[in-house]
């Protein structure tokens, strides 16, 4: 539908911690495929080329770009060499996110202030040096995503913070014309969840499969989303459609909000 026909996108978090299809690396291809060209961000280089390639060989465009988003000197990077390669920055999709499992007595200091920097102080960052890009083009639009899952405080406390930080923030940016919107996931079926020991473990004792099936257990669709879900979502908010869509917490989890509320 050509709903983001030239604009450019930067996502961060663009690659995928294994096989399969992450939050993140459906979301770069998704927006490629409605007409944006993608600047994708990622830690692990290989992970961010590899969903270049892939958006390139569906001939679309696509920059793959390798940085920490935790440090600020890589985000100032980052910004900088999306605009020298497109000139500009329409989207910004903020889509980072690790976990540590425990509660307040149980993860450590070091671990809290890990979390904090990947999942929050990141998406601080990004914004901080992009939404000034932003004000100077007349607008643009700003997802954030967050999660809900199994117990663990600092995922928790860091989206909690996320959700705040995205609604101050769209009603300051808001007469600038930039939109600043949250996607909260439910219980995906992503690579990162199938890679946590943690998940794994508090679920089913170690048994992948059988998480799975407790997974889709609790939610009141029966199954849990996919990451073309939450690609889906960011697309509505990335685009024109939701040109007067801003400060919202677009719940995107088959219903299992409801059910805990």
Known sequence: ?????????LVV?????????????????????EGAQVFCVDRNGAAAEETAEIIASEGGNATAFT?????????????????????CIDVLDNNVGIAEMGSVVDVTEAEWDRVFAVNLKSAFLAMKHVIPVMVRQGGGSIASIRHTG??????????????????????EFAPQHVR????LPGLMKTPMVEHSAGLASSYAKGDVEAMWRARDAQVPMGHMGEAWDVAHAALFLASDDAKYVTGIELVVDGGITLKMS
């Open 67 to 87: 940085a920490d988003v935790s440090r600020a000197g890589d985000v100032e990077a980052m910004v900088a060499a999306c605009l020298k390669a497109y000139g």
């Open 150 to 171: 199994v117990s663990y405080v600092t995922y928790a406390a860091t989206k909690a913070a996320m959700n705040q930080m995205t609604r101050t923030t769209a009603v």
């Open 1 to 9: 539908m050509d709903r983001l026909k030239g604009k450019t996108a």
């Open 180 to 183: 600043v919107n949250a996607v």
């Open 13 to 33: 978090g663009a690659g995928s911690i294994g096989p399969g299809w992450g939050n993140g690396k459906a979301t770069a291809v998704t927006f490629a495929r």
